[in-house]
């Protein structure tokens, strides 16, 4: 069995274009809300990732159920990221990241189950940025 999706950021790709705005644009936040198509919100993303700055997708989280089959790698990712919150339920774990930390767990340990089992949520604004 794999992880669920259970909840994420609403409208990511517009939030974390907003992020990636507002470090440089003088525009209200507002504006910079509502200017913007998807397109360009896509085209800025895949522009500034491309250029290595992934702390601006730190603003988009997602939480996963997370079956207790994958204990062991989250141990393991637990030691390496520390950058994701996880807490055990009855049968598993609620495991809450950001997009930041899912981009290199996925580079970095594509050998884990749970890697791989991320790779199918990665937004399609990211998914140039994944080896």
Same mark, same amino acid.
């Given at each position: 069995?794999?992880i669920?999706l259970?909840?994420?950021?609403?409208?990511m790709? %517009?939030?974390?274009?907003?992020?990636?705005r507002?470090?440089?644009?003088?525009?209200?936040?507002d504006? =910079?809300?509502? %200017?913007?198509s998807?397109?360009d919100?896509?085209? =800025?993303?895949?522009?500034?990732?491309?250029?290595g +700055?992934?702390?601006?997708?730190? +603003?988009?989280?997602?939480?996963?159920?997370?079956?207790?089959?994958?204990?062991?790698?989250?141990?393991?990712v637990?030691?390496?990221?520390p950058?994701?919150?996880?807490?055990?339920?009855?049968?598993?774990f609620f495991?809450?990241l950001n997009? %930041?930390?899912?981009v290199?767990?996925?580079n970095e340990m594509?050998?884990?189950?749970?890697?791989k089992?991320l %790779?199918?949520?990665?937004?399609?604004f990211?998914?140039?940025?994944i080896k």
């Open positions: 069995m794999g669920s259970v909840a994420q950021t609403e409208d790709l %517009r939030v974390v274009a907003t992020a990636a507002v470090c440089y644009s003088g525009l209200p936040v504006e =910079l809300l509502s %200017r913007f998807d397109e919100n896509e085209k =800025l993303i895949k522009k500034v990732v491309g250029m +700055h992934l702390s601006v997708v730190e +603003h988009g989280v997602m939480t996963f159920s997370v079956p207790s089959s994958f204990k062991e790698e989250l141990f393991k637990m030691m390496e990221k950058f994701l919150k996880i807490t055990e339920k009855e049968d598993g495991v809450t997009l %930041r930390t899912i290199e767990l996925i594509p050998e884990l189950g749970f890697s089992e %790779r199918k949520f990665v937004p399609d990211l998914k140039d940025v």
